[in-house]
Every structure is written in structure tokens, then in C-alpha cells.
């Protein structure tokens, strides 16, 4: 095919972007790029690379793999009302961002293979390419070796009540999951926050006729996500599972991640760009729009927050992209107002700001928005990077440009944020998915609804070396069985 298009016409690349700045996770150089079926075809020295069948301009810009955010919920199917998978993606071109994860609290929750297959179907609507996460739940442990084989890309267990109201599993049910999925490498991601201790206090709260937006943190101090993130890598470091930390938002809890990676336990972490940009003296001015889990907490906690996503203890940054009406926002009792807000389309011009600040070099926003998560989540090195031979999965960025943001002008069907009226400096003005632009000068391409596909294909993880292979519940199982 290739062969023939050359001798026919000369023209050997389908796009070339011209002119531009190539950023890694560790340098920057002035480069063309060229794209072919998809794939980076060349990185070359301006001006060195052959024709091709459409040249972009894109001088005084730069190049960035397109962010891969795991942690996003597009609510179909169930809650189609707040966000489906054609405007939770549009959202996401927009953003810059080329790969979601995609969560499972819709309804029903992807909790088994037949789920699976409809949140597949619901996805294909896609204009990113995505990964599906399966349920780890109390309810669901004999479901997982089906999920594993029907292809999830990544489990999510809630070990503390949010939206969906899904069942916390005890820990209990948590070990015989993890023995269970950690043969397979795929990543378990926690939503680390203790649910007994959650329920136990906000019972307090509500009976002490606590309504105002703070007592949703009083309902949820940092114990909560120092609990569940010991326990969970106790249990990780016990089975030989990968784990991987959700929405990080306290100082505390980044003790117990920081050692359990330093005695070898396969964990990463993830914060999100409201728990670096706002605090609790934001409360009362965005009151329950700001109601989000784990909760917004004190400047100190996004202080550190701040200095261990550039020392790399955190390493990512996400969205948790959570979009509900401004009517199931807005409340006047706390404990009523939907939880989290939409994040994807936002996140790459809010950390760009930064970046204009000088908070953070270009070269590490690439390493927590792209490298990071590709190798945490087995997407490396097809993904994460702009070198020949990976896909070309690409954010165009104009660091000069600025933009306020607006939710009306939002893609997502949330349309409510706490970021409303900011003013960012620092825009994604194209994105391209497998070489494909689902985003051009600000502009949504509506006909690539349907061009993202599932990461599976791609590349699985090797399995993680289990450990303490005797004490699985499987094999005491089998030796009862020898003995008989
Ligand atoms: C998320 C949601 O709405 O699905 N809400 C939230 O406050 N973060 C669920 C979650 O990730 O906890
Ligand atoms: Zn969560």
C-alpha cells in the first residue's frame, strides 16, 4: 500500500507537522514530524523530512504526546443525563487528552463480563482511545476471572462510598480479589478512603445538624485516605498486585504511599488539579459545587501535594472527570449536592498554566500527563511518547494563548466548575489521536465520534510476580482438596 502510494506520487507520510517544538519528559528540541498510517513515521530536523500528503504549520508551537487520563466517568450507561461516552470524549479532544480510563460506577456498574461488553458498545462512540476499568466490589469476586478474560484494562475498587453507591468491599473480599487479579499485571486503582469511618462521622455530623459545605470535610479527614492507602498496599505487597492510588488529596496519606513504594510494592499515585489550585478557603465562595471525594483540603495538603508530584512519590496527574447537572450541584444541604465535577477538558490548560507560571517545566508536565501513566498502565511505548514508531497521539500547544475557562462553552454535559472564570495561559489548539486531528484550532472534528478504540489491543502488561503464592485462598482451597 505504502509502497505504491511512494511510486505513484513521491509522497511518503500522510501529515507532516512542521515546524514545531518536540517536548519529552526530559528535553525539548525543534523538530518535523511525520505521521504515517497512524504511527510517527520520523522526528526529524526542520525542513529534512519528505513530502507528505498534507503539511501543518505549527511553528512557535509546541508538540506533546496527548495526555492520558485514567481516571474519567462518562455515566453511560445509566446517566446519560450528566455525560455519554460522544461528549465525555469531545471533551476530552478538546483537553489535549488522547486516552481516558474510563470508570465502572454507571448503571448497571461494570461489574461482570456482560457489562463489559455493553460499557465496549457504549464506548464505541468514542473520539479518544480509551481504557474500560472493571469492578473489584464485595458482591462480585467470582466475576473477575471474567473480566480479566473479557479484556478490562484496569480494576477500580471503592473502599469508601461515593457516587453509585457501590458496595465497599471488606478487606476480606479485597485480598481474595487481589490474589485473583494480581497473575494477570493489570493495575487495581482505589479509591483509597475508609468507608466505616466516613459513615461513622458523617452520621455525627448529620445528627448534629451539620448542613454547611465543610462538614463534608469534617465528614472525611485525611485518616480516612491514610487508612485505606496502608491497608490496600499491605494487601498489594501481600499478593504481588499493582496498585495505583486515585485522586490524592492530603499530605497525610502520602506517608504510607511513599514507603510502600520504597519497600518495592508496585504503587502509584495520582492527584488531580483541584487539589493543587484550591483549598478550603475556597469553600464558601463555591459551596456545594465544590463537593467533591475525597474532599478539597487545607493549603498545606496542596502544598505537599505539590512538591511530591515534582519529586515523583505522586506520579500522575488525572482528572477524575466527574460530571453532574448544575441542578444536582447546587444545594443547600451538603450531603445532597452530586459529588465531583468535570475535569477532562480542563486539566491541560489549568497544569499549563503552571507551566506559564514557571510551577513546573513543560518536560515534567509531559512525564505526569503522558510518560507516567502510559508505563503505569501498560500502554508503553506505544503510547506516552512522540518517537518514531509510536502512535501519534498528539497535543499541539500554544503557550501564548490564553482563554477563560466557561462551563457554558464546556463540551461535557456537566456543565458546572469550580474553575469558572479562571484564565489560563497555555492551550491545546490541536489534537490528534492515531494521526487523526479529533481537534483542530479549538474546534471539535464531530465526524471522529467513533474514531477512538480500545487500548487491549495494544500491549498487556507482564504479570506481576505473586507473592506468597501458598497462602492464596485458591491454593489452601486445593490443598484441603490433596488431603481428602
Ligand atoms: C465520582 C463520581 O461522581 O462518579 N465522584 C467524586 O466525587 N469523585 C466518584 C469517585 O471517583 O469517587
Ligand atoms: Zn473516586
Not at 475556597?282 to 456545594?288: I, K, V
Not at 509531559?366 to 503510547?383: Q, T
Request: proline share 6%; with cysteine; aromatic share 4%.
Amino acid at each position: 500500500m505504502t509502497e505504491t502510494r511512494m511510486s505513484e506520487s513521491g509522497i511518503v507520510a500522510d501529515l507532516v507537522l512542521a515546524g514545531g517544538t518536540v517536548v519529552t519528559g526530559t528535553t525539548r528540541f525543534r523538530a518535523d514530524v511525520a505521521i504515517r498510517d497512524g504511527l510517527i513515521a520520523a522526528v526529524g530536523a526542520p525542513g529534512t523530512l519528505p513530502a507528505a500528503r498534507e503539511a501543518v504549520d505549527v511553528s512557535g508551537r509546541y508538540l506533546l504526546p496527548g495526555a492520558i487520563d485514567v481516571h474519567v466517568h462518562f455515566r453511560e450507561p445509566g446517566y446519560t443525563h450528566k455525560e455519554d461516552w460522544r461528549t465525555g470524549s469531545a471533551a476530552a479532544a478538546m483537553g489535549g487528552t488522547t486516552t481516558v480510563f474510563e470508570m465502572p460506577n454507571t448503571h448497571p456498574p461494570t461489574r461482570s463480563v456482560t457489562e463489559l461488553r455493553r460499557k465496549q458498545a457504549a464506548a464505541e462512540k468514542s473520539h479518544v482511545d480509551y481504557g474500560l476499568y472493571g469492578l473489584l466490589a464485595e458482591d462480585n469476586i467470582d466475576e473477575l476471572p471474567g473480566l480479566i478474560e473479557g479484556g478490562v484494562n484496569a480494576f477500580k475498587c471503592f473502599m469508601g462510598n461515593t457516587f453509585g453507591n457501590l458496595p465497599s468491599p471488606s478487606t476480606g473480599a479485597m485480598l481474595e480479589g487481589f490474589e485473583i487479579i494480581a497473575p494477570s499485571g493489570l493495575r487495581i486503582s482505589l479509591h483509597a478512603e475508609t468507608a466505616s469511618i466516613m459513615a461513622w462521622r458523617q452520621a455525627r455530623l448529620v445528627a448534629a445538624g451539620r448542613n454547611d459545605p465543610l462538614a463534608h470535610v469534617a465528614a472525611r479527614p485525611a485518616i480516612v485516605a491514610v487508612e485505606a492507602v496502608a491497608r490496600a498496599a499491605e494487601l498489594a505487597g501481600w499478593t504481588g498486585a499493582r496498585v495505583h492510588v486515585l485522586h490524592i488529596s492530603s499530605a497525610a496519606e502520602l506517608r504510607p504511599l511513599a514507603e510502600a513504594k520504597a519497600r518495592g510494592v508496585d504503587i502509584t499515585g495520582e492527584t488531580c488539579p483541584c487539589y493543587l489550585l484550591l483549598d478550603t478557603g475556597d469553600y464558601e465562595r463555591l459551596g456545594s459545587v465544590i463537593r467533591v471525594n475525597p474532599p478539597v483540603r487545607e493549603a498545606a495538603d496542596a502544598e505537599a501535594i505539590r512538591a511530591a508530584l515534582l519529586s515523583g512519590v505522586i506520579d500522575m496527574i488525572a482528572t477524575d472527570h466527574a460530571p453532574h447537572t448544575p441542578e444536582e450541584k447546587r444545594k443547600a444541604v451538603i450531603w445532597e449536592a452530586d459529588c465531583g465535577f468535570p475535569g477532562v477538558e480542563t486539566q491541560m490548560p489549568l497544569m499549563l498554566n503552571e507551566v506559564a507560571k514557571g510551577r513546573m517545566s513543560l518536560e515534567h508536565y509531559v512525564r505526569i500527563s503522558a510518560e507516567n501513566p502510559a508505563r503505569a498502565f501498560g500502554l508503553w511505548p506505544a503510547k506516552g511518547r512522540l518517537e518514531a514508531g509510536a502512535e501519534a497521539d498528539i497535543a499541539v500547544v500554544d503557550m501564548d494563548r490564553s482563554e477563560t475557562i466557561r462551563a457554558e462553552a464546556l463540551h461535557s454535559r456537566g456543565r458546572i466548575t469550580p474553575f469558572e472564570g479562571v484564565t489560563v495561559t497555555g492551550v491545546p489548539v490541536h489534537t490528534l489521536v492515531r494521526g487523526r486531528f479529533v481537534q483542530r484550532d479549538r474546534r471539535l472534528v464531530p465526524e471522529t465520534s467513533g474514531w477512538g478504540r480500545q487500548v487491549t489491543a495494544i500491549q498487556r502488561m507482564p504479570p506481576a510476580q505473586p507473592r506468597n503464592q501458598d497462602s492464596t485462598l485458591a491454593a489452601c482451597l486445593a490443598q484441603g482438596r490433596g488431603l481428602r
